[in-house]
């Protein structure tokens, strides 16, 4: 006999190879039927699989959160059964749960169309009310080989040829159709409901190797019920319409092209932007103590060989070869840079803690099919900070700049942030106490504001716990931006010391910190996250004076130039247009406030005000509108220190 535990405390005994599903039914019949899966000791596994010995046991229902993943991989099998029964001779390769749903890559003569995704649907809900059992088999490789290769999969032989000789070899099949896989599935197909849809078609290299053959990939979603899918097609909707590379170009803020793969072109309005962006952090970073330094672009491969960074980092890395027969690098992160300035005259602990920060550019070679819009690219700028102290302030510290870090969120709109929290790697550098009082202190940090974290244990980096801040923006999806990560090896690794009260010398504790992380890719979450419709205060262009007729011209030039004077960045539109057209444009181009003037307006001195996204329209005089849209377009920080 055999001892099951549940998470309610209460045990079971049962006989030896007893399955997770025989378990259910010993419990009640209604649980047999919601089971899909279990954990055992923790492990995921399929609820056909027998329990061998002395057991956690946690059964994970069909509606649990943790069912959502085997869902998509089994609508991901479906997929790949009906893609082969509609078009014969296509060959299924690797198949993956991806977040918010699962693809398949296909090597196919003649490509698929969006057009055939309804027939595939359609066969796809087909097996699903056949409701095949999934069952598992595991076979030598031998077998394994000639099976496929009687199939004229050719992609499976090399994918049998990668799993290690220790590992088993599992054949998973829903009826007759059968795939390798490492699993666990559901028991059967009708588990997976009909909450799913297919999306789109890419291309994809075999292996992601653009040496090897081009394959055709199907991505799809599932979900556990039609609500959360219908939920999930309505953000794809709005997300479309919030897409930073299309609002981007209608805006005139930045564009992108192959001659450059990865890098920006920042035009006008969207450099007013991005030089907004980094004058508000400066403001922050200088009210906190941050001292504001500029560490070269390019430096020499053995500092980023004494650093670490060649070795873990060097392949994404662009290097230069001198003709002095030296190698230089790109660099890809601020840090070593940082530590050479700390490293510049002495230090002692009245120094500490040393601030110091730094709106650098970066460059990491990054796949051109990873690369998307702002969000993903080559070349990028950091608001990076390093802040250099003992052990003793690393708690003081923590707590400041998530204090910092929140209110900065705030200030942008995002009020919903989710910190992540990660612990110590069981491979790791540093002295157990030091890592003993930095994850105390991270801990600290966000507890301290009131606020929870989310725990990923050993997920720290060898050197120190970490916090990731995630953001939720007005669709509902999550950003990871800012990072908080404590460093108890760089330091040392790169000589750098301070001397103690006592005379003797000490290594700092190096806390790396950036708030935006990426400016490019924060402008272009805030992009998305407004759908381009920025606060006042932000917007690169915040007032567009607009006339109605060419005799309030001079007028027009009055306003705009008023509008300049009180700080406000204001354009004219003198062109001979009618107004409504003039209205529709920049409403495309998204300027937050328009003034009208026409006749009346010359001789009343006034302006008719409209709001983007709003019918309404108000006549002011010209003084009483400058002065309510430039307080306005006062920074949040900046009303804060006037308000006292």
Request: proline share 4%; charged share 30%.
């Amino acid at each position: 006999m055999i001892t099951i535990s549940f998470p309610d405390g209460a045990t079971r005994e049962y006989e030896a190879g007893t399955t997770g599903a025989e378990v259910a039914a010993s419990i009640a019949k209604s649980l047999a039927k919601k089971a899909v899966a279990m954990r055992v000791d923790g492990e995921l596994t399929d609820l056909a699989d027998p329990i061998g010995a002395d057991a956690a046991l946690e059964l994970v229902l069909r509606d649990d959160a943790a069912a959502l993943e085997l869902i998509r991989h089994d609508a991901a099998h479906v997929m790949a059964e009906a893609v082969q029964e509609l078009f014969p001779g296509t060959q299924v390769t690797i198949g993956p749960v991806i977040e918010n749903g699962f693809y398949y890559d296909f090597a196919r003569e003649e490509a698929f169309t969006p057009e055939d995704f309804a027939t595939i649907e359609a066969k796809m809900r087909e097996i699903v009310q056949r409701d095949a059992a999934f069952t598992k088999e595991v076979w030598d490789r031998d077998r394994a080989k000639d099976v496929f290769r009687s199939k004229g999969e050719d992609y499976k032989l090399e994918l049998i040829d990668a799993i290690p000789g220790d590992e088993d070899l599992k054949i998973y099949a829903q009826g007759q159709w059968f795939d390798l896989c490492r699993g666990p599935h559901m028991p059967s197909t009708g588990k997976i409901g009909s909450a799913f849809k297919l999306l789109k078609l890419a291309g994809a290299y075999w292996r992601g190797d653009s040496d090897n053959a081009m394959l055709q990939r199907i991505y799809g979603t599932a979900w556990a019920n039609d609500k959360d899918l219908q939920a999930y097609l309505t953000q794809l909707e709005e997300a479309e319409k919030r897409d930073h590379r299309r609002l981007g170009r209608e805006m005139d803020l930045y564009h992108f092209q192959e001659e450059a793969p990865g890098s920006v072109f920042w035009h006008a309005k969207g450099w007013t932007l991005f030089q907004a962006l980094i004058s508000y952090m400066r403001r922050r970073q200088d009210n906190a103590g941050y001292l504001e330094v500029n560490s070269p672009d390019m430096m020499d491969r053995s500092l980023w060989e004494q650093s670490g960074h060649w070795e873990k980092f060097g392949e994404n890395m662009f290097t230069s070869d001198t003709p002095d027969e030296r190698t230089f690098a790109l660099k890809p992160m601020n840090c070593p840079g940082h530590v050479q300035i700390f490293k510049n005259g002495l230090k002692s602990y009245r120094d500490l803690p040393f601030k110091l920060s730094e709106f650098g550019k970066v460059h990491r070679y990054e796949p051109s099919g990873a690369l998307h819009g702002l969000l993903r690219v080559r070349s990028f700028t950091q608001d990076d900070a390093h802040i250099f102290c003992s052990t003793e302030q690393i708690t003081e510290e923590c707590v400041k700049v998530h204090e910092l870090m929140m209110s900065i969120y705030r200030d942008f709109g995002f009020d919903e942030v989710v910190v992540k929290y990660a612990d110590r790697p069981e491979v790791r550098v540093g002295a157990d106490d030091v890592w003993d009082k930095s994850e105390a202190a991270l801990q600290h940090a966000v507890a301290s504001a009131g606020q929870e974290c989310e725990l990923n244990p050993g997920e720290g980096a060898f050197y120190g716990p970490n916090l990731e801040y995630v953001l939720r923006d007005a669709i509902g999806r999550e950003w990871q931006c800012g990072t908080l990560q404590v460093d108890l090896n760089l330091p040392e690794r790169l000589g750098a010391f301070y001397i103690g009260q006592d005379g003797e010398k000490y290594v700092p504790v190096m806390l790396h910190r950036a708030m935006f992380g990426s400016l490019e890719r924060f402008a272009g979450i805030l992009v998305e996250h407004h759908a381009g419709h920025f606060p006042l205060w932000i917007a690169p262009l915040q007032v567009m004076v607009a006339t109605i007729v060419s005799d309030a011209d001079d007028y027009a030039t009055e306003v705009q130039r008023a509008c300049s004077d009180a700080g406000l960045r204001a354009e004219t539109d003198l062109r001979n247009e009618k107004i409504n057209y003039k209205v529709r444009e920049h409403s495309v181009t998204k300027v937050p406030v328009m003034f009208v003037v026409g006749k009346r307006e010359v001789e009343e001195g006034t302006v008719n005000v409209r709001r983007l996204g709003s019918k309404e329209q108000v006549s002011l005089p010209l003084g009483e509108a400058i002065a309510m849209l430039t307080a306005e377009a006062t920074a949040p920080d900046v009303a804060r220190k006037a308000a006292g």
